[in-house]
């Protein structure tokens, strides 16, 4: 339901989906989805769901042995961490990535960190419509939370970064954002700063060079692929019975019937692939979507559609940060995603549902480090 699209821990390529992207909702998988979700028989007959609303029908009565059966092949089990063989996760990885994470002085006036746009303590966002960078510049999307998002196919939401390896060296020489000049400035305060040595030789002991930006960006992303948040949805999955009250499996029933899981599936309940914002109904926006990246007008309002966990605490919402309140938020995808009314029953149900997507956290996991002090040669700000 939100923005639009399914999701992959391993993450699929920008080519398995491109049908999507182009065609917007294709019938086979708009057919296939509302099968899973309603447990009807496959039609020979081509749907027209990409041009007509879906209607709205009563959400089935399930036990929650048949709940949990259809959420488990349309979710899947949540990993204790979103790995990856291009940068394996370790402890010495991991800490020095937190402790990046935190530093500012990755910041041309050191007053900018990772956690400035993405609070790990107010649910990886800053609750803003848009984050304020160097010298008070604003961007013009709504940061994302950091929580979850290493399972999510693409980073960004046009997906110009293929991994959160990737997505953590944009903000650091984005003008706008952390405004340092040049990958060779990181390094320089990297290297200026004596308690960064022997982390960095830890956390790449193989590397003849450890002090580097490529390896800035992968001890940042170790620690962000440990950023997952099980929930008590996730406890259902896993056995437990009482983990979800029966307002909650209401709605967690209705998710599936109205539609959302056409794009909002896998682990991450979302961030798979990319869709239009408007696939019923043309949604007012000016932003071009994924054709900023890809000079396609196909991709024009089209967006990665991202990861419903956490969703409660992490508005306000789509690309623009636009919707300030949850409920709205259900009601417009209904509107212009799904073509269903805005007074549909199930919609508020789904809201319930959409709480129990709310995670955990290892309170030591993410707290504020001790950063290593300066070293004499350490630049000083620079507020120009």
Known sequence: MFSMVPMTSSGRSHSAWR??????????????????????????????????????????????????????????VLPKEASDPANVITPEKVELGRILYYDPRLSKNQDVSCNTCHLLDRGGVDGKPTSTGHRGQRGDRNAPTVYNAALEFVQFWDGRAAN???????????????????????????????????????????DP????????????????RTLLTPSPFD?????????????????????????????HQGVGVGGGLYQKLGVIKPYPTQDPGRAKVTGNEADRQVFKVPSLRNIAKTAPYLHDGSVAQLHDMIRIMAEYQLGLPTDDPRLA????????????????????????????????????
């Open 164 to 206: 959160v390896e990737e997505q953590a060296k944009g903000p650091v020489l984005n003008p706008v954002e952390m405004a340092m000049p040049s990958e060779a400035a990181v390094v320089a305060v990297l290297e200026s700063i004596p308690g960064y040595a022997p982390l960095f030789a830890a956390a790449f002991p193989q």
């Open 235 to 263: 406890a259902f999955i896993a056995g437990d019975d009482a983990a979800l009250n029966d307002q909650q499996l209401a709605g967690l029933a209705a998710f599936m019937s109205a539609g959302c899981i056409t794009c």
């Open 349 to 384: 149900e789904i809201e319930v549902f959409l709480g129990a997507l709310t995670g955990s956290v290892d309170e030591a996991q993410i707290a504020e480090p001790a950063l290593p002090p300066n070293g004499p040669n350490t630049p000083a700000p620079d507020p120009s």
């Open 209 to 224: 060079k450890p002090i580097s930006y490529d390896n800035m960006a992968r001890a940042i992303g170790a620690f962000e």
């Open 19 to 76: 049908a999507t992207a182009d065609g917007l909702l294709s019938a086979a998988f708009f057919v296939t989805a509302l099968l899973i979700a309603c447990g009807g028989e496959e039609r020979s007959e081509p749907s027209s769901a990409a041009t007509e609303p879906v209607t709205a029908a009563a959400a089935p009565t399930l036990d929650r042995g048949e709940l949990r059966a259809r959420a488990v092949s349309i979710f899947g």
